[in-house]
């Protein structure tokens, strides 16, 4: 019921435009006008807080379910920001931040309880009466604001024109009466089935337009613009010597079936020279020789030197060789010289095969082929070709051997043609290889870079579920229960008074990248192997939330001995004490004096992803409520447990303290102890000293180094609204408020007192 809810919020959030900064617990917390300045911010929230009023009233009439929501929207400054280094989280914080959580906890439920500073930016546009809200709140009245509850909608709500014109505008509001049972639920559909053919027509559209755009963008690429700016006019060679190079590495030498070709070719027209020529002594003699030299040169181009461009030249232009010899004693007789020629195209077409070699080679190559053999027509075949023509009575306009002689020259004309194309299309194919390849490099990073920050958001085995090839929806439901896991919450509750937004601490940022140090310095213990098991769950304010067994690799069968089944939370206690020493030694670093209260619990949970958008991993449940309680309840500078806990712990050799019943908000009178440490090896407990300065309530989440992206921004309108069932307003997600502390009296929240073994 939580999940649809808060996907429902996530909607409503995307249609006023607000920006969900986290969830916790049953609580969800939104803002407006951060990171994109607007002027409707506070109207926008207001919107927002009556639709989520709307939205809670379906379910109690569908669910048939107590359940309620109270909502408090503040207007103020923030700083904005991630903090730590694990388990990412955009956050807000101020002193704004603190009291707009102060106006939900003294709000009503079902009802929108707005600060007279929201009041002063809705120019009017809602009905409001006073909400007494500082008579109920001590902070409330220490800001001296004056707060009030908004009554019904005096103007419609109306996006702004640059919002309709691109479409993100969802529904009309309907105004802020009350709306009947069988209204609500028909918007409530309405709602539904638009976002979600609204979702359907965008996948559509989204995959036509790359379609098209692919097209297009291969019709109307011109490759010839391409090459002139890549490359010199007349050679062709890239203008960048490291592209060239790679050009000529991709291109290589010709494979080894081409030589192997070749020479089946040449042995070919050896054949066809024994059957068709008379067989002389002098031509036996000399064809056996140049066929052996071509033989080796052949094998030695397969075996090691194959990719040297220098015995592709020499290859490709051997052939002709023997084609131009003559012999005085052919010459009493009436063959056919014409051969040659076409063994000479034969030639031609072969030089102008290898991609080793640039077309200039080729066609210097060629004519100077076509030259050779020209000047063998007439100066040396002359007189035979002229036979040869007559006896086959062939009519030309010219003599024979200059008709050969224009067709080698007209096919050398045309394969140098042929050859500048086939080169110009190999490299421009070959920068579009480059773009390609860039485009899968980069689009590879992306995706690595995707998958890395989804394992930083959420835990290990959840980001592998949600990365997994199998289709799901965006808002789809995951969860899982636990009956064993250790719930540990730690927090420095003299950081409020450390935290300062004047002018000195550049308006709070200073205090802020103290306090990402430390976050990353908890953060980074859970990088040591024998913390792999522990799973951060969220930063809340200067509060530390963990949490051990949550490992669904590691399984335990409840017959197993209790050494065996709670060794995680053995393991979430010496973690514990590691974030002790962790902050003391960042306290003789920074000559400050925080102090850690912790408070830790087991038993069963519900872990889960809830919400449309932005996931968001959290535990629910009375183990955390209670673990949370023993954290607030709790002394500085102690470890806090409940009893059956404590009953585990032993078992790990670790002594305890008794402190007695202790009230419980909730739960009533628990007894509880402080952990001394294992035996032989107890340590006094930290003594807080008072501190120089403090930090406000605020959430906060992770940076990765102190060029952190935190900004500045005022005039933003926080909202925080929270389920209330009427008696206690607890929330269930942990039980705590924007502060990550349990809203209690300022006087245990405060409290420094030693605790004294």
């Given at each position: 019921m939580l999940n649809e809810l808060f996907a429902r919020f996530d909607k409503l959030a995307e249609k006023y435009q607000q920006l969900r900064i986290k969830i916790l617990g049953d609580c969800y917390y939104c803002i407006s006008g951060a990171p994109r300045e607007r002027p409707d911010h506070a109207v926008l929230c207001v919107h927002m807080g009556l639709s989520m009023v709307k939205a809670i009233k379906y379910v109690q009439q569908t669910a048939n379910s107590p359940v309620d929501m109270r909502v408090g929207i503040h207007t103020g400054a923030v700083l904005a920001g991630v903090l730590?280094?694990?388990?990412?989280?955009?956050?807000?914080?101020?002193?704004d931040v603190e009291l707009a959580n102060k106006m939900e906890s003294s709000g009503m439920a079902g009802r929108v309880h707005i600060s007279a500073t929201t009041l002063s930016f809705l120019s009017g546009e809602f009905e409001v009466e006073p909400g007494y809200g500082e008579k109920r709140e001590e902070a409330l009245r220490i800001a001296g604001l004056k707060t009030y509850f908004i009554v019904s909608v005096l103007k419609p709500f109306q996006p702004l024109k640059s919002e309709v014109q691109n479409g993100n505008s969802v529904l009309p509001e309907?105004?802020?009466?009350?709306?009947?049972?069988?209204?609500?639920?028909?918007?409530?559909?309405?709602?539904?089935?638009?976002?979600?053919?609204?979702?359907?027509?965008?996948?559509?559209?989204?995959?036509?337009?790359?379609?098209?755009?692919?097209?297009?963008?291969?019709?109307?690429?011109d490759g010839h613009r391409e090459l002139v700016k890549n490359t010199k006019p007349i050679s062709l060679v890239f203008i960048d010597p490291?592209?060239?190079?790679?050009?000529?590495?991709?291109?290589?030498?010709?494979?080894?079936?081409?030589?192997?070709?070749?020479?089946?070719?040449?042995?070919?027209?050896?054949?066809?020279?024994?059957?068709?020529?008379?067989?002389?002594?002098?031509?036996?003699?000399?064809?056996?020789?140049?066929?052996?030299?071509?033989?080796?040169?052949?094998?030695?181009?397969?075996?090691?030197?194959?990719?040297?461009?220098?015995?592709?030249?020499?290859?490709?232009?051997?052939?002709?060789?023997?084609?131009?010899?003559?012999s005085e004693e052919i010459e009493r007789y009436c063959l056919y010289p014409s051969?040659?020629?076409?063994?000479?195209?034969?030639?031609?077409?072969?030089?102008?095969?290898?991609?080793?070699?640039?077309?200039?080679?080729?066609?210097?190559?060629?004519?100077?082929?076509?030259?050779?053999?020209?000047?063998?027509?007439?100066?040396?075949?002359?007189?035979?070709?002229?036979?040869?023509?007559?006896l086959r009575n062939w009519i030309s306009p010219i003599e024979g051997k200059y008709t050969l002689s224009s067709y080698l020259i007209i096919v050398a004309i045309t394969l140098s043609v042929l050859v500048k194309h086939m080169e110009q299309v190999a490299r421009v194919l070959f920068l579009w290889r480059l773009e390609v390849e860039e485009e899968s490099t980069c689009a590879e990073d992306m995706r690595r870079r995707n998958e890395a920050l989804v394992y930083n958001i959420l835990p290990p085995h959840v980001a592998a579920h949600f990365l997994g090839?199998?289709?799901?929806?965006?808002?789809?439901?995951?969860?899982?229960?636990?009956?064993?896991?250790?719930v540990l919450f730690a927090s420095m509750p003299n950081f409020s008074d450390f935290y300062s937004e004047e002018t000195?601490?550049?308006?709070?940022?200073?205090?802020?990248?103290?306090?990402?140090?430390?976050?990353?310095?908890f953060d980074a213990l859970l990088e040591l192997p024998h913390f792999q098991d522990i799973i951060k769950i969220k930063t809340i304010g200067s509060t530390y939330m963990a949490a051990s067994g949550l490992n669904p690799s590691k399984q335990v069968k409840p017959d197993d001995a209790i050494t065996v089944r709670w060794a995680h939370l053995a393991l979430l206690v010496e973690f514990a004490l590691e974030l002790k020493k962790a902050l003391q030694s960042i306290n003789e670093q920074s000559f400050n004096h925080f102090v850690l209260k912790l408070g830790i619990n087991h038993g069963p949970i519900t872990a889960g992803v809830i919400g449309a958008r932005k996931p968001h991993y959290d535990i629910w449940g009375n183990t955390v409520n209670v673990a949370s309680r023993m954290e607030s309840t709790g002394k500085a500078g102690c470890i806090q447990v409940t009893e059956e806990t404590c009953e585990i712990l032993k078992y790990f050799g670790y002594q305890f303290e008794q402190r007695g019943l202790v009230a419980v908000k909730g739960k009533g009178q628990l007894m509880t102890y402080y952990l001394l440490g294992?035996?032989?090896?107890?340590?006094?407990?930290?003594?807080?000293?008072?501190?120089?300065?403090?930090?406000?309530?605020?959430?906060?989440?992770?940076?990765?180094?102190?060029?952190?992206?935190?900004?500045?921004?005022?005039?933003?309108?926080?909202?925080e609204c929270n389920w209330s069932n009427g008696q206690n307003d607890e929330c269930s997600g942990g039980d705590v408020d924007s502060n990550g502390t349990d809203q209690k009296d300022s006087e245990d929240a405060l409290l420094l007192s030693q605790c004294d073994p």
């Open positions: 730590g280094q694990r388990q990412w989280q955009f956050d807000v914080y101020s002193k309907e105004d802020g009466s009350v709306t009947s049972d069988h209204v609500l639920e028909k918007n409530e559909e309405k709602v539904k089935v638009h976002f979600d053919a609204d979702c359907e027509d965008k996948q559509r559209q989204n995959s036509t337009d790359v379609k098209d755009r692919l097209r297009k963008e291969l019709v109307t690429r490291h592209k060239e190079q790679t050009y000529i590495h991709s291109v290589g030498s010709p494979p080894a079936t081409i030589f192997g070709l070749f020479l089946i070719i040449k042995y070919s027209m050896i054949t066809s020279m024994v059957l068709a020529f008379p067989r002389y002594l002098v031509l036996n003699i000399y064809y056996l020789l140049e066929n052996i030299t071509y033989l080796l040169l052949v094998l030695f181009c397969l075996g090691e030197g194959h990719r040297k461009r220098i015995l592709c030249v020499r290859l490709e232009d051997h052939p002709l060789l023997p084609n131009c010899t003559y051969y040659f020629s076409h063994f000479a195209v034969l030639v031609l077409i072969g030089v102008s095969l290898p991609a080793c070699l640039s077309y200039i080679t080729k066609m210097f190559l060629m004519f100077l082929v076509a030259a050779g053999q020209c000047f063998t027509n007439i100066f040396i075949l002359g007189d035979q070709l002229d036979c040869e023509y007559s090839n199998r289709k799901r929806q965006h808002d789809e439901l995951y969860s899982q229960s636990y009956s064993e896991v250790g000195v601490n550049n308006q709070g940022l200073e205090c802020l990248r103290f306090l990402n140090e430390v976050i990353s310095d294992k035996a032989g090896k107890i340590t006094p407990p930290t003594v807080p000293v008072s501190p120089i300065m403090g930090i406000t309530t605020m959430e906060t989440l992770n940076e990765e180094d102190e060029s952190h992206d935190t900004s500045k921004s005022d005039d933003k309108t926080v909202i």
